[in-house]
């Protein structure tokens, strides 16, 4: 079985100040991992992943995210927040040993970046 | 370019109405998926399909239906909207391999009145 968990419906940051989302994850065998993020009125788009090796990945607009296998997290980061970069955030897992090619969505959460 | 595509954008119907919502990749996927999503809330897959003639139901119970007769093609139908269809309608493709991310489509909006 697979599941992840968005603890934070709601962040609030001020533009300039990092930034991090948080996301933990459950799963059988070994994870693949995403972020994906959606602006108002569109659909989802892909930011970045963890399949295997560095555990520090890093994706579109200066995002990165850590993997830390020991508190099953995946925490989403950028350290200097804009504006436009308030959206939806959303965390995905997919189980390898599941065999399943369906991922499991977070809750989503919301950034909002302070002027 | 390859791309989803998803039409309409936006649709306001009555109740007892059978729409189809369009859905098309040009990206080859072999894999393609629709999710209902509230706005601003959590997404809930209601079908997914591994390739041409196969087609799944997901987690959340749904009166709608798919085909997929063509690799790039998968719409889906309501045969009599309702007010509780009222939501917002995501289509995503992939492609082979449990490693690769999804892509998704611009939304449909429907409103069932």
């Known amino acids: 079985a697979q599941s992840v968990a968005q603890p934070e419906d709601q962040v609030n940051v001020a533009e300039g100040n990092p930034l991090t989302v948080k996301c933990t994850y459950s799963v059988s065998g070994n994870p693949y991992l995403f972020w994906y993020v959606q602006y108002p009125n569109r659909g989802l788009q892909f930011l970045l992943k963890?399949?295997?090796?560095?555990?520090l990945v890093k994706g579109s607009y200066g995002f990165e995210a850590e993997f830390n296998k020991s508190q099953t997290s995946f925490h989403l980061k950028k350290p200097s927040a804009l504006v436009s970069d308030s959206a939806l955030y959303f965390c995905?897992?997919?189980?390898?040993?599941?065999?399943?090619?369906?991922?499991?969505f977070g809750r989503g959460t919301s950034l909002i970046v302070h002027p | 370019e390859a791309d989803i595509y998803q039409t309409p954008r936006y649709l306001v119907i009555g109740t007892g109405k059978k729409i189809t919502l369009e859905c098309s990749q040009t990206m080859g996927h072999d894999k393609m998926y629709w999710y209902q999503q509230d706005p601003g809330m959590e997404l809930h897959l209601i079908h997914y399909?591994?390739?041409?003639?196969?087609?799944e139901k997901g987690d959340l119970s749904s009166e709608s239906t798919v085909s997929r007769i063509r690799t790039e093609h998968f719409p889906l139908t309501l045969e009599s909207a309702r007010p509780s269809h009222t939501s917002q309608y995501l289509c995503a493709s992939s492609d082979a391999g449990q490693a690769n991310e999804q892509y998704f489509g611009p939304g449909t909006r429907l409103t069932v009145t």
């Open positions: 963890y399949i295997t090796g560095d555990n």
């Open positions: 399909s591994y390739g041409v003639n196969s087609t």
């Open positions: 995905a897992v997919r189980d390898l040993s599941g065999g399943s090619y369906i991922p499991t």
